[in-house]
């Protein structure tokens, strides 16, 4: 009943900069928090950054001061403003949804992922 689906990964030389996108649809009752995570091959998957439904933002120490979250609350999407990237950015970036959505009967309160998309910064 829920999608997220994102959108602005790519190839970049460093010192660039991308934005990238998640947008959520379906019966969506409340978006409780969204973010993004991210995991480049062998790694574990790791948080990037989060914004609450209260607008309260959490970074990584690594990317602090160079990404910045934000969120339109009105069309459920949420976005990352990729600044001054690094080779070490290079992974696939996940869009994270803690939802809470209405079946017709019962409300239920989930955890969504989207497909992923790949951010390479090139040196």
């Known amino acids: 009943q829920v999608q997220l689906v994102e959108s602005g990964g790519g190839l970049v030389q460093a010192g660039g900069s991308l934005r990238l996108s998640c947008a959520a649809s379906?019966?969506?009752?409340?978006?409780?928090?969204m973010g993004w995570y991210r995991q480049a091959p062998g790694n574990v998957r790791e948080l990037v950054a989060y914004?609450?439904?209260?607008?309260?933002?959490n970074y990584a120490d690594s990317v602090k001061g160079r990404f910045t979250i934000s969120r339109d609350i009105a069309k459920n999407v949420v976005s990352l403003q990729a600044n001054s990237l690094k080779p070490e950015d290079t992974a696939a970036y996940y869009c994270?949804?803690?939802?809470?959505?209405?079946?017709?009967?019962?409300?239920?309160?989930?955890?969504?992922w989207g497909q992923g998309t790949q951010v390479t910064v090139s040196s």
């Open positions: 994270n949804a803690d939802i809470t959505y209405y079946s017709g009967k019962y409300y239920y309160t989930n955890d969504y």
């Open positions: 914004i609450t439904s209260g607008g309260s933002t």
């Open positions: 379906g019966s969506i009752s409340k978006i409780n928090a």
